[in-house]
Structure formats: C-alpha cells, structure tokens
C-alpha cells in the first residue's frame, strides 16, 4: 500500500495557501507604500530646515529660493531623494519642499 497524499488534500492545501496570500499581499503592499510616503516627507522635513538655516545664515528675504548647490555640503551631507521615486522640488524658503509622487510632508 502506497502512503501519500491524495490529489484532493493537495488541492485543499493550494487554496488554503491562496487564501492567505490573498489576504497578506494587499497589506503588505499598503505598509511598503505608507512607510516610502513617511520617509519622503522626513527627508522633505530636512530640507526644509536646511533651507530655514540657510536662509538665516545668508540673511535671505522672504520668498528667496536656494539651489542645491546652496545647501549642499554646507547644511546637507547629500541630497535627499524620494524613496518612491518621485522628484523633489526645494521651492522657496517661506514654502514647504514639495515630492512629485507625495507632495509636500504635512
């Protein structure tokens, strides 16, 4: 006597996997995008005060707008960049840094 399983206790097996996959995937996708929005807006939020610092350093006006070039090295190590593959505008330095993909942090 042969001992296995039988094709219709694979089967089960199968769908149960299925199942499960069905409902983890959706939730998993939903975390990676919600922690790539939270890590774009904190590396928009150190821009942001780079520009501020920037701006008091250099005794900028209002509405004074700094390059790259301005905040990198001196108040950035690097460049942020977005983790979702957006662009980042610096904007001005009395207007929040803005993502292509998540807009500007809250």
């Excluded at 070039?69 to 929040?96: E, R």
Aim: with cysteine; aromatic share 6%.
């Amino acid at each position: 006597m042969r001992r296995g399983f039988t094709l219709v206790e694979i089967m089960i097996v199968i769908l149960i996997i299925g199942m499960l996959l069905a409902i983890a995937v959706p939730g998993w996708v939903k975390m990676r995008t919600t922690s790539q929005e939270k890590a774009c807006w904190e590396n928009l939020r150190v821009i942001d005060d780079a520009k501020q610092q920037w701006a008091m350093d250099k005794g900028q006006a209002t509405g004074t707008t700094p390059t790259e070039a301005d905040l990198v090295p001196a108040y950035l190590k690097k460049m942020p960049t977005c983790s979702g593959g957006g662009t980042i505008t610096i904007g001005s330095n009395d207007q929040k840094a803005t993502d292509s993909v998540f807009g500007p942090s809250p």
